[in-house]
T-cell receptor, first 112, second 115 residues
Framework: GESVGLHLPTLSVQEGDNSIINCAYSNSASDYFIWYKQESGKGPQFIIDIRSNMDKRQGQRVTVLLNKTVKHLSLQIAATQPGDSAVYFCAETHNYGQNFVFGPGTRLSVLP | NAGVTQTPKFQVLKTGQSMTLQCAQDMNHNSMYWYRQDPGMGLRLIYYSASEGTTDKGEVPNGYNVSRLNKREFSLRLESAAPSQTSVYFC??????????????FGDGTRLSIL
């Protein structure tokens, strides 16, 4: 069956450093991927998305990379700030589907 | 702009009690969703509504029912609560039915404990 997972359950980085959060997926038909940020006590918040016809997409301080060959997705956060501390989820779907598959999340801690 | 609003934010039930979780969105979205989030697991889809008047089962529908009351509102009902339904429940909405890939927008959740 299809699944979306994360390589590291926790990640600690120094303030100002770059962060890289990884995600693996198993469904080769997946064609739409999303990264969400979830702060304590709140719902997931959309960060950035990417379609399978792209390898890279950039937002404000964030970049998503997609490697379809190895079915791997990553989120890069530049100059990590204390406000970036949260749990980050990847999610995927395919064929414009309604069923999104979510990974369990990586907790990012930013050290002063 | 409130986005997705869920009520209540917290609730404690006894086993066997019933309850309805409310969700409303003000973004004129067609699709709405109910998820549960358990420790160490990703969000799991309970039910969704692709458009007003339609509902479909997700990954974990057993023990739940839903109602798409109108375009804005999508409720989740537990008819006879069980301890295994202790979880955080999230409602989400998404844009047009056939407007291509779009992300979901989430509410801040209902924290439900069943004793």
């Amino acid at each position: 069956g299809e699944s979306v997972g994360l390589h590291l359950p926790t990640l600690s980085v120094q303030e100002g450093d770059n962060s890289i959060i990884n995600c693996a997926y198993s469904n080769s038909a997946s064609d739409y991927f999303i990264w969400y940020k979830q702060e304590s006590g709140k719902g997931p918040q959309f960060i950035i998305d990417i379609r399978s016809n792209m390898d890279k997409r950039q937002g404000q301080r964030v970049t998503v990379l997609l490697n379809k060959t190895v079915k791997h997705l990553s989120l890069q956060i530049a100059a990590t700030q204390p406000g970036d501390s949260a749990v980050y989820f990847c999610a995927e779907t395919h064929n414009y589907g309604q069923n999104f598959v979510f990974g369990p999340g990586t907790r990012l801690s930013v050290l002063p | 702009n409130a986005g997705v609003t869920q009520t209540p934010k917290f609730q404690v039930l006894k086993t066997g009690q019933s309850m309805t979780l409310q969700c409303a969105q003000d973004m004129n979205h067609n699709s709405m969703y109910w998820y549960r989030q358990d420790p160490g697991m990703g969000l799991r889809l309970i039910y969704y509504s692709a458009s007003e008047g339609t509902t479909d089962k997700g990954e974990v529908p057993n023990g739940y029912n839903v109602s798409r009351l109108n375009k804005r509102e999508f409720s989740l009902r537990l008819e006879s609560a069980a301890p295994s339904q202790t979880s955080v429940y999230f409602c989400a909405s998404r844009g047009g039915q056939n407007t291509g890939n779009q992300p979901q927008h989430f509410g801040d959740g209902t924290r439900l404990s069943i004793l």
